[in-house]
């Protein structure tokens, strides 16, 4: 008998999962469309190189909307069910609470080891990727490369600031460029206009100015020069931006799990250390974080047995979004050193947990949740919203 009812639970977890899982990655995806509408419009970048970046992102939206799409898989499969009087009927049965969650652990443990797998192998290799389709992208058209608002450091030594681009003409107004190659000395060059333009020989590409000036800043004798021009080409060398695609170079988040290993025992700098440990302790806490959100949202889905599914849902977004909160406030800690980064990284998980376990045992002993006036007030008025969203 319990092996039908395990295998009957399993079997109703897996729907709303893909569907949730399919519709959160979409809704991360969809934030990229004015970027990616951007690159194919105006600068006619490939549907193909544009898909291929997607890609790339993907493992880095996964490594959230798995843990999410599991809680919300959870939360609503046991909601149907209390709503159903499936769960009044088991306990009629003789089967207690407990006996409820093997399939329940089975399918958080899934979920786990899919996260897992994407936070150590696939989250490192898609920035990575990344990286490098985007420095290809921008070689063949560096327009690309250079966003208008913003300081660009994609070469090496070199810092430029764009006011803003018109892609039509391609001109691009209010320069600033500051250039570092030189040792001892820089150069600092601000120009009202501009242009990019490419050797069609060499394939190199040059910055074109016009109309502003180039103070140059000798650090040994401390003396500046200034000097006006109606034209002044700045050459942008592409052997600078590949060197940031070696390993020596890579991000914490672009590091595999060895690669950080060996940089935590080589490393004595505490900002470093503590961001390394930071990202170190995130790729095995958001995986678990299935397992201790799937028993906060088992205790949830349950709760609606005695409460509107609206509430439940309510108080199950509240519980999700404090989650996230808590892994937000615990990165920043850690990374400045208030606090241990172990801390800070598990600390969501342990709190979510904790939660969770205590809820599900004041329910399987029957007895009142106890909660908080505030977290009834939140869930009712979020389910209000969803009632509202759904009509």
């Not at 519709?23 to 105006?42: A, D, G, K, Y």
């Not at 797998?117 to 070689?139: C, D, E, Q, Y």
């Not at 302790?281 to 995986?287: L, N, V």
């Not at 002993?365 to 106890?370: Q, T």
């Amino acid at each position: 008998m319990m092996t039908t009812i395990n295998r009957y639970i399993f079997r109703e977890l897996i729907p709303p999962f893909a569907i949730s899982a399919v519709f959160l990655t979409s809704i991360f995806i969809m934030t990229r469309i004015p970027e990616i509408t951007n690159m194919v419009v105006n600068y006619n970048t490939g549907i193909f190189s544009v898909l291929l970046l997607i890609a790339c992102t993907l493992p880095r939206f996964m490594e959230f909307t798995i843990p999410m799409s599991v809680m919300i898989s959870v939360l609503l499969t046991f909601m149907r069910m209390s709503g159903d009087n499936e769960i009044i009927a088991l306990k009629g049965g003789g089967i207690t609470i407990y006996r409820l969650l093997p399939p329940v652990l089975i399918f958080c443990l899934l979920g786990t080891a899919v996260t897992l797998w994407i936070t150590i192998i696939g989250v490192p290799l898609g920035n990575m990727s990344f990286k490098t389709l985007g420095i290809a992208m921008a070689r063949s058209n560096l327009n690309v490369a250079l966003s208008d608002g913003t300081f660009n450091s994609s070469f090496k030594d070199v810092m430029i600031y764009i006011s803003s681009m018109d892609v039509k003409t391609k001109k691009l107004r209010d320069l600033f460029i500051e250039d570092r190659r030189t040792k001892d000395r820089v150069t600092i060059s601000v120009a009202p206009e501009g242009v990019l333009v490419k050797d069609a020989v060499t394939g190199s590409y040059a910055l074109r100015l016009y109309g502003g000036s180039v103070n140059q800043v000798d650090l040994k004798s401390r003396s500046i020069n200034n000097v006006g021009f109606d034209t002044y080409d700045i050459n942008l060398d592409f052997a600078q931006v590949q060197k940031s695609s070696k390993v020596g170079n890579k991000d914490f988040d672009e590091m595999t799990l060895n690669e950080l290993r060996a940089f935590l025992k080589k490393t004595s700098e505490k900002p470093e250390l503590n961001a390394a440990l930071m990202e170190f302790h995130e790729k095995f806490s958001i995986p678990i974080a299935c397992i201790a959100m799937g028993i906060l949202a088992m205790a949830l889905g349950l709760q609606a047995a005695s409460s509107r599914k609206t509430a439940g849902f309510g108080l199950g977004m509240f519980f999700f979004l404090l989650y996230y909160l808590l892994l937000a406030a615990g990165w920043s800690a850690g990374e400045n050193g208030l606090y241990p980064p172990l801390i800070g990284m598990w600390m969501p998980d342990i709190v979510m947990g904790g939660i969770g376990s205590f809820l599900l045992y004041r329910i399987a002993e029957e007895r009142p949740l106890g909660l908080p006036q505030i977290f009834h007030t939140i869930s009712g008025a979020a389910g209000r919203f969803f009632s509202r969203k759904n009509r």
